[in-house]
């Protein structure tokens, strides 16, 4: 059965630093999410992609992020420069189209020190 | 706007009872609504949605949830709970069109044997 992939697993960095998160979504979907879940709490969206454009966004993804698709199977989010608040473990997600629903990834678990 | 509310924090039951675990909603049009189940350090597994049609629809692992209009209401059920059903369960929403999934904070499932 096809899956959502995220690399990597675990990142570490320091305050200050940029990172890269990488998500292979599934082949056939056409819509993109970017989700992060801070320890203990619940499930925030940060942003949606669509036909190589952001189609939504929340308050939380300001210009520290941005995301891209640079070939027909990554997706990416990348933190710029990472502060202590942005530890979380941050979901990817794909849709095939409406109105099905999202497959998640397994997520990496960001901690900035 | 949008809201899930899941008024419970944890729900305890024995093995072999019937669990439910509660999800009450808030959308301006017509909802589609979600489970998905989140076993520790792993991603969010998607169980059933409502989208149309039926008010009780059946999901993985024989769970299912009674869609409510006028309660907005959208209860996880199951007849019979097993210990491996321990987990997180999350309830969302999401209006018509390409709006993200909106989550609930999520409810603690814990089957005792």
């Known amino acids: 059965e096809p899956e959502v992939t995220q690399t990597p697993s675990h990142q570490v960095t320091q305050m200050g630093q940029e990172v890269i998160l990488r998500c292979v979504p599934i082949?056939?979907?056409?819509?993109f999410y970017w989700y992060r879940q801070i320890l203990g709490q619940k499930v925030e969206f940060l942003v949606s992609f669509y036909n190589n454009e952001i189609s939504e966004k929340s308050e939380i993804f300001d210009d520290q992020f941005s995301v891209e698709r640079p070939d027909g199977s990554n997706f990416t989010l990348k933190i710029r420069s990472t502060k202590l608040e942005d530890s979380a473990m941050y979901f990817c997600?794909?849709?095939?189209?409406?109105?099905?629903?999202?497959?998640f990834g397994p997520g990496t678990r960001l901690t900035v020190t | 706007a949008q809201s899930v509310a899941q008024p419970e924090d944890q729900v305890n039951v024995a093995e072999g009872n019937p669990l439910t675990v509660k999800c009450t909603y808030s959308?301006?049009?017509?909802?589609?609504l979600f489970w998905y189940v989140q076993y520790p350090n792993r991603g969010l597994q998607f169980l059933l949605k409502?989208?149309?049609?039926?008010?009780l629809v059946k999901g993985s692992y024989g769970f299912e949830a009674e869609f409510n209009k006028s309660q907005t209401s959208f209860h996880l059920k199951k007849p019979s709970a097993l210990v491996s059903d321990s987990a997180l369960y999350f309830c969302?929403?999401?209006?018509?069109?390409?709006?993200?999934?909106?989550f609930g904070k999520g409810t603690r499932l814990s089957v005792i044997a």
């Open positions: 959308v301006s049009g017509n909802p589609y």
């Open positions: 969302a929403v999401r209006d018509v069109g390409n709006t993200p999934l909106v």
């Open positions: 409502y989208i149309t049609g039926d008010n």
């Open positions: 082949s056939n979907h056409l819509y």
């Open positions: 997600a794909s849709r095939e189209g409406q109105p099905y629903e999202q497959y």
